[in-house]
T-cell receptor, first 110, second 115 residues
Framework: SQTIHQWPATLVQPVGSPLSLECTVE??????LYWYRQAAGRGLQLLFY??????ISSEVPQNLSASRPQDRQFILSSKKLLLSDSGFYLC?????????FGPGTRLTVL | AQKITQTQPGMFVQEKEAVTLDCTYD???????LFWYKQPSSGEMIFLIY??????QNATEGRYSLNFQKARKSANLVISASQLGDSAMYFC????????????FGSGTQLTVLP
């Protein structure tokens, strides 16, 4: 069966520090992968999606970037975090019509 | 452009009763899919149910059913026999044509099941 992992689960970082969040999927090959962000009490906003290794599409201009160095690995990065980057970050993969989500990373920028 | 509207920020239901969570959508895509997700306080997004725009019958998954009314552009979620564990945030979402098109989410409805 397919599973999706995210780490870390929680992260507290100072403003201006770098960021790296990792997402890996098991049990499938060449999945579509997605990064979403959820601000407190809000719905989900798509940040990036990828249909294959090295293929990244950005949906929202920001100081974040994404990379897909391996088929089942999706990384969200930033060189300098802003206070507004705080939120809940969810990685998802798509099987058929449905997107399945990872457990998420709760990021607090101080 | 696609838009999902959930007009109920919060809902309360008595345990063992049924509850309907409202969702309306807008899209210009001729073919699309509609989804409901549950997000408990732990934060994970749990897929509940899917309805394709060309499906003739309403989707059902256990205690969940999707009341799809295409002409009204509504896709309400019905939860039968509510349980305390159903207390969570519920999101309606949709995706239009295209293999990599992303989900568009509504703002969510916080459901509280009362004992």
């Amino acid at each position: 069966s397919q599973t999706i992992h995210q780490w870390p689960a929680t992260l507290v970082q100072p403003v201006g520090s770098p960021l790296s969040l990792e997402c890996t999927v098991e049990g499938t090959s060449n999945p579509n992968l997605y990064w979403y962000r959820q601000a407190a009490g809000r719905g989900l906003q798509l940040l990036f999606y990828s249909v294959g290794i090295g293929q990244i599409s950005s949906e929202v201009p920001q100081n974040l970037s994404a990379s897909r160095p391996q088929d089942r690995q999706f990384i969200l990065s930033s060189k300098k975090l802003l206070l507004s980057d705080s939120g809940f970050y969810l990685c998802a993969w798509r099987q058929g019509f449905v997107e399945f989500f990872g457990p998420g990373t709760r990021l607090t920028v101080l | 452009a696609q838009k999902i509207t959930q007009t109920q920020p919060g809902m309360f239901v008595q345990e063992k009763e049924a509850v309907t969570l409202d969702c309306t959508y807008d899209t210009s895509d001729p073919s699309y899919g509609l989804f409901w997700y549950k997000q408990p306080s732990s934060g994970e997004m749990i897929f509940l149910i899917y309805q394709g725009s060309y499906d003739q019958q309403n989707a059902t998954e256990g205690r969940y059913s999707l009341n799809f009314q295409k002409a009204r552009k509504s896709a309400n979620l019905v939860i039968s026999a509510s349980q305390l564990g159903d207390s969570a945030m519920y999101f309606c979402a949709m995706r239009g044509d295209g293999s990599a098109r992303q989900l568009t989410f509504g703002s969510g409805t916080q459901l509280t099941v009362l004992p």
